[in-house]
């Protein structure tokens, strides 16, 4: 049976925000923990639009990140990407940050990658096809330039804890507009993500949505203890066990180091296990540990061997004392408007 939301979805993902040309080279990838569907309705609008696609299926492997170099043909990938002008991966273990990835960053200047990793066909047609852009883009330029001009942020949780840091004045934000014709990594609108001060980030972190690559969604809150950037404690139960087994696994210092923090406001996201939804969800704030990407942290970024993403939901965030968000709710006078425009949309 027809998917016709899914269709249209992945029409505009092709054409109006890769802006895909005749005889491009159009390279998906997927693993077998992917959507079947949403990559069938990826090809086929690339297809249609007159590109030259391609689709690469691999067994999924355990981990995700650099750790996929051990059980994927990483050369092979590395170099079928250094050739494709577009590249959408769909992978539910993420290629992100592994060799493959940075082989073709570093060979390939002109690929338009949208990672879109493990996305299914509902996070396709809600957060992506279904989606304002002109007000979103005009919400999020103004959110970032509040982030990029404060010089402390707070962040509090219902439960009372509470993390702050200072940021660095001139790093890059990630923001994406929904414009991915230009070459680099790009993803679905909706969150707004950076790199702080790193050795200033202290506090305790509440983390209550989701957590990726394995624990998913969460039944219970994990609380992680952050002295000058780095993870000290974490405690809250089975599921915060599991997260420090997780990272210490790797025996390397970086992966209970912070790597970046993130706010979300995509009106269509809701809380799946989808970690590219997850950490969209309206109101919600993403925690990233382990590797930084050369984007967030110029000019070499920070390698480890993998990294996690963890949400935290309802936040209250605080730039320079000023409220942003209460408890997930929009609190500042100058954003209420188009965020009021953007919550207004059928999902």
């Known amino acids: 049976m027809r998917n016709e939301a899914l269709e249209q979805a992945a029409r505009l993902l092709v054409e109006q925000l890769l802006r895909t040309r005749k005889d491009e080279l159009f390279v998906i990838t997927d693993d077998t923990q ?41 050369p092979l990938l590395g170099g079928i990407l250094a050739q494709a002008d577009i590249w959408v991966e769909l992978n539910a273990r993420w290629l992100l940050y592994s060799g493959p990835y940075y082989h073709a960053k570093k060979t390939n200047p002109k690929l338009r990658h949208m990672c879109l990793t493990g996305v299914s066909a509902e996070t396709l047609i809600r957060c992506v096809g279904q989606i304002n852009y002109p007000v979103m883009r005009r919400f999020s330029e103004r959110l970032r330039d509040k982030i990029a001009a404060a010089d402390t942020v707070r962040m509090t949780a219902p439960c009372g804890d509470t993390v702050t840091f200072r940021n660095v004045p001139g790093r890059p934000l990630s923001c994406k507009l929904g414009d991915a014709d230009v ?71 970086q992966m209970l180091r912070i790597a970046h923090t993130g706010i979300g406001f995509n009106p269509g996201a809701r809380r799946m296990g989808d970690i590219l939804q997850d950490q969209r969800i309206w109101g919600s704030t993403t925690w990233g540990f382990g590797s930084i990407s050369a984007a967030m942290m110029p000019p070499d970024g920070a390698q480890a061997p993998s990294h996690s993403d963890a949400v935290a939901l309802r936040t209250s965030v605080f730039l320079d004392e000023r409220p942003l968000w209460v408890e997930g709710e929009l609190a500042d006078p100058d954003l209420k408007k188009d965020g009021e425009i953007l919550k207004q949309s059928k999902f």
């Open 34 to 74: 992917s959507a079947p569907e949403v990559t069938r309705a990826i090809l086929d609008a690339a297809a249609a639009a007159g590109a030259q696609p391609l689709a690469v299926r691999v067994p999924a492997p355990r981990g995700v990140a650099a750790e996929t170099d051990r059980e994927l043909p990483a």
């Open 183 to 253: 070459p680099g990594t790009h993803l679905f609108v909706g969150q707004i993500g950076w790199t702080p001060a790193l050795e200033t980030i202290n506090g305790t972190i509440c983390i209550d949505g989701s957590i990726a690559p394995d624990l998913g969604i969460l039944q219970e809150a994990i609380h992680i203890e952050v002295k000058n950037g780095a993870a000290v404690s974490l405690y809250g139960g089975n599921a915060a066990q599991a997260f420090q087994r997780w990272l210490e696994q790797f025996g390397h210092p």
